[in-house]
């Protein structure tokens, strides 16, 4: 019997002990909570008031909303951020799963900042299009359409260091798109041309005959 008051009493002290912790993690989740849906809403509105959806996808109701989108990464980089502050150590003592969850809130921002230089080469590289298509000159559909691939491959380029992709793979993929749409070209032109080929031999032919 005595056994069975001591495992309670020493339950009881520890329970009396962590008891200040447990609330500490919970004013440090009402806290990120707050905060995180603060932070959310003021990039959210930020990003409406840039039309930043209208100049992405050229239309104010986007099937998927970059504006919402954003701000839902920013707001749960927060709450993230003070989930691992209360799993700490020094509050809760769950270090290992701390940790994890740091990894996952230290990788949000370069997930941000690729983004970011994505969707700035995407809507610089619409704009200079746009602005080559209205002089109506000869090639400039073409032209403004190499020059969008060109930013926006810069942009990709550029960004996935940022995620820790190689910048050698994108080179790798740009050759690849490169060689395809060369040979789709050389296929084309010589379906194409087959029959003004083959006539402009027989003139030839003809010619060297005579």
Same mark, same amino acid.
Not at 29 to 41: H, T
Not at 147 to 165: E, T
């Given at each position: 019997?005595?056994?069975v008051?001591?495992?309670?009493s020493?339950?009881g ?6 008891l200040?912790? #447990? ?24 990003l ?9 996808t ?8 970059? +504006? ?7 707001r749960?980089w ?10 700490s150590?020094e509050?809760l003592?769950?270090?290992?799963l701390?940790?994890w969850?740091g ?11 690729? +983004?970011?230089?994505?969707?700035v ?6 704009? #200079?299009?746009a ?15 190499? #020059?969008?691939f060109f930013?926006l ?5 550029l ?7 190689p ?14 749409v060369?040979v ?11 029959d ?11 010619k060297?005959?005579?």
């Amino acid at each position: 019997m005595s056994d069975v008051v001591s495992v309670l009493s020493s339950i009881g002290v520890q329970s009396v002990a962590f008891l200040p912790n #447990l609330i500490s993690a919970i004013i440090i989740l009402i806290i990120g909570l707050v905060l995180g849906k603060i932070l959310g809403r003021v990039i959210k509105e930020v990003l409406v008031r840039i039309k930043l959806d209208y100049y992405v996808t050229e239309t104010h109701k986007p099937i998927i909303s970059l +504006s919402n989108l954003f701000a839902l990464v920013v707001r749960w980089w927060v709450y993230l951020a003070f989930i691992g502050a209360a799993l700490s150590r020094e509050i809760l003592g769950i270090p290992a799963l701390a940790s994890w969850i740091g990894q996952i809130t230290s990788f949000i921002p370069n997930i941000i900042g690729a +983004s970011a230089i994505v969707v700035v080469g995407y809507i610089l590289g619409e704009y #200079l299009k746009a602005q080559l298509m209205k002089t109506k000159q000869t090639y400039a559909t073409l032209v403004g359409k190499v #020059l969008f691939f060109f930013i926006l491959y810069v942009a990709i380029a550029l960004a996935l260091p940022i995620l820790g992709v190689p910048s050698a793979l994108v080179s790798n993929i740009l050759l690849i798109i490169i060689g395809s749409v060369g040979v789709g070209i050389a296929i084309a032109l010589g379906l194409g041309l087959k029959d003004a080929v083959a006539d402009i031999s027989k003139r030839y032919a003809k010619k060297m005959k005579v």
